[in-house]
């Protein structure tokens, strides 16, 4: 190699707009018209990519109306009207603890429990079955291990297998599923 000097790409370039661009004061390739443009210009836009514009609302919607704010307004149907007023009070009341013997705890929304019965829900007690229902629930391309099998039921029903006993039942699972196969392939 000689010894020259200088770059190897060539002289630097004027940048005649980068004062503009700096202010602010440059004209970008969109902002050029030219005639015969195969695009629309910028005031030609579709109006999807324009700014919002206010517009002046003439109906009776209005948008500061909040319907959790305002006091919910029952009115019996017409034709029920007199029979609400016919029926007595007690006809609507719900006997009191005491006079039940009992006191409901609410455990969910949809159950009860009665006082000093504790707060547990019951003991799950799977049958075979049910654990049949959880091998089949947890194939997913291939038939799970023991382990996988293991860890389904216990988030199922909140019990721990044994390595095992869920070996044992992915066996026999697997061949009672395999079994089912075979049989809606000959029917």
């Known amino acids: 190699m000689t ?17 503009q661009k700096v202010t602010g004061t440059a004209r970008y390739a969109a902002e050029y018209t030219l005639p015969g443009r195969a695009h629309a210009s910028a005031d030609e836009e579709s109006p999807w990519f324009q700014a919002p514009r206010e517009v002046e609302y003439h ?9 959790m704010l305002q006091e919910p307004q029952y009115a019996p149907e017409e034709q029920y009207e007199g029979w ?9 009341q719900q006997p009191s603890p005491e006079e039940t013997g009992s006191f409901p705890i609410p455990v969910s929304a949809t159950r009860t429990r009665e006082l000093g019965e504790g707060g547990g829900s019951p003991e799950p007690n799977p049958t075979e079955e049910d654990y049949y229902q959880v091998f089949r629930k947890s194939i997913d391309g291939s038939f799970p291990t023991p382990h996988q099998f293991g860890e ?3 988030a199922t029903y909140r019990i721990t297998l044994g390595p095992r006993e869920a ?15 075979e049989e809606d392939h000959i029917a």
Do not use: I, K, S, W
């Not at 109906?59 to 319907?67: E, I, K, Q, V």
């Open 3 to 19: 010894g020259t000097t200088g770059t190897a790409l060539g002289a630097p370039a004027e940048r005649r707009e980068g004062r």
């Open 59 to 67: 109906g009776n919607y209005d948008p500061t109306y909040d319907p």
């Open 84 to 92: 609400y007023e016919e029926q007595a009070p007690e006809d609507f």
């Open 152 to 154: 389904a039921v216990e």
């Open 167 to 181: 070996e044992r039942m992915v066996n026999r699972f697997t061949n009672r599923f395999n079994a089912e196969l």
